[in-house]
């Protein structure tokens, strides 16, 4: 059974950070993209970055180029948001999500995900 739980989130003044982790179980080491999105009440859940476990190859929203950095620990069982430069538009519930297909349409539309956690509330302050 695969498990994500989500942790680190909070409240900060803009411009400032917060790291985000994930823990995971059930075989995620061998998972073959995993994610984080983010959700504002009455918007649609957005791919914020994507790192492929295999090849460590990473990606990210526009909206967050620059300014967060994903990465796994070496096992491969914790995957990490670290969030820099913090601004109120970045105010949400932020989800990690993982997948075990390689083939299973895009990185960016949150149907492709298998598995979800319970989410984290970021809030940012102006």
């Known amino acids: 059974q695969v498990q994500l739980i989500e942790s680190g989130g909070g409240s900060v003044q803009a411009g400032g950070s917060l790291r985000l982790s994930c823990a995971t179980s059930g075989y995620t080491y061998n998972t073959y993209v995993m994610a984080w999105f983010r959700q504002a009440p009455g918007t649609e859940r957005e791919g914020v970055a994507f790192i492929y476990t295999g090849s460590g190859g990473t990606y990210y929203g526009d909206s967050v180029k620059g300014r967060f950095t994903i990465s796994q620990d070496r096992a491969k069982t914790t995957l990490y948001l670290q969030m820099n430069s913090l601004k109120p538009e970045d105010t949400a519930m932020y989800y990690c999500?993982?997948?075990?297909?390689?083939?299973?349409?895009?990185?960016?539309?949150?149907?492709?995900?298998?598995?979800w956690g319970q989410g984290t509330q970021v809030t940012v302050s102006s």
């Open positions: 999500a993982a997948d075990f297909r390689v083939t299973a349409g895009s990185r960016y539309s949150p149907q492709r995900y298998q598995y």
